[in-house]
T-cell receptor, first 109, second 111 residues
């Protein structure tokens, strides 16, 4: 079946640090890939997406590249801010969305 | 933000009572979904709908039923609530089978 494995959290970084949250997937076809972000007390928001191999999704300084050869979609940001503190979910879509378990990120000033 | 509302936002109920959660959209999207979110499990699909009166089961559908009599409304019913159904429930919508847009969630506590 389809599955998503993402980096265990929680992750704590200092402001302006470089962020990487790893995500790998297993799929029976060619999925679209997504990163969602969930701020405290809110629903999930779509952060970025990529629909085919080598596509790069980007938004709000975050980036992720669809790597078919390594079945990965790692999330990166060059300089994190306190406001980036949230839970991040990697997901794939093949008819339905399949989510990873989420990575809690805390940024300290 | 996508026009999705959920009601109620919080509910406390007793074991054995029926509970209905409502999801309402103003986007006229075809697909609607119900998920539950629990620590260590991410989001798990309960049921989904691909049109009015067209619904199907997700991976954790036992103990839940759904109905969709109008494009804009998708109801989730717990016929007889149990403590294992204490969770945060999210509704989502999509126009295609790609990205989905989520509501603010309903926190349900079954005592």
């Amino acid at each position: 079946g389809n599955s998503v494995t993402q980096m265990e959290g929680p992750v704590t970084l200092s402001e302006e640090a470089f962020l990487t949250i790893n995500c790998t997937y297993t799929a029976t076809g060619y999925p679209s890939l997504f990163w969602y972000v969930q701020y405290p007390g809110e629903g999930l928001q779509l952060l970025l997406k990529a629909t085919k191999a080598d596509d790069k999704g980007s938004n709000k300084g975050f980036e992720a590249t669809y790597r078919k050869e390594t079945t990965s979609f790692h999330l990166e940001k060059g300089s994190v801010q306190v406001s980036d503190s949230a839970v991040y979910f990697c997901a794939l879509s093949l008819e339905k969305l399949t989510f990873g378990t989420g990575t809690r990120l805390t940024i300290i000033p | 933000d996508a026009g999705i509302t959920q009601s109620p936002r919080h509910k406390v109920t007793e074991t054995g009572t029926p509970v209905t959660l409502r999801c309402h959209q103003t986007e006229n999207h075809r697909y609607m979904y119900w998920y539950r979110q629990d620590p260590g499990h991410g989001l798990r699909l309960i049921h989904y709908s691909y049109g009015v009166k067209d619904t199907d089961k997700g991976e954790v559908s036992d103990g839940y039923s759904v109905s969709r009599s109008k494009t804009e409304d998708f109801l989730l019913t717990l016929e007889s609530a149990t403590s294992s159904q204490t969770s945060v429930y999210f509704c989502a919508i999509s126009e295609t089978t790609g990205e989905q847009y989520f509501g603010p969630g309903t926190r349900l506590t079954v005592t």
